[in-house]
């Protein structure tokens, strides 16, 4: 089930846009005379939880849900003092060049977010630290699609869909 969000403040959409580095949606909503009120976007999480038990042995791997975070090293046994290597997809395919937000919680309570880019292969090296939970995530911003494929909606002040990519994790 899509949930939506209602933007009635242009400034609201585009606060939103340059946090997630969507530049690219902005140039269309203004190319195309879209709205600057009163319209929607519709979002779908892709969530993906790694959790260590016992001697926490195992792998991430590519799910082939829409968009997902792939984590290369098993961040509960292997050593990642020169970074975590996470790949992001899209349509099983490596996204490039692409914004992930990096949101961490150390055990004494600390919140911090950073933001890394995929190289051109759709990979990103984050810096993690022992102790350490983390939210990965990746936001992708297009046209709403119908079962179809064609960039239509039964309701149409729903202008824009989201698709977020997320995972959690522990570095012990």
Known sequence: VDNVVSYNDWLQFESFLKEKNLSNAEEEH???NFPRSEFKEIYSR???????????????????????????QNPYIENTTNGLTVTLFYND??????QIEVF???????VKKEIFFTDDDGEAIIDVSSGTDYLLNSVIMRRPITETGSISSKDTS???????A???????
Do not use: C, H, M
Not at 93 to 98: E, H
């Open 93 to 98: 395919s490596p996204r490039g060049n692409t």
């Open 46 to 72: 892709y969530a993906k939880a790694l959790v260590g038990a016992g001697n926490s042995l195992g792998f991430d791997q590519k799910l082939g849900l829409e968009t997902e975070i792939v984590l290369k």
């Open 104 to 110: 961490s919680r150390s055990t004494n309570g600390i």
């Open 30 to 32: 203004k190319k195309n």
């Open 166 to 172: 997320s995972t959690t994790f522990r570095v012990p």
């Open 158 to 164: 729903i202008l824009w869909e989201s698709l977020w």
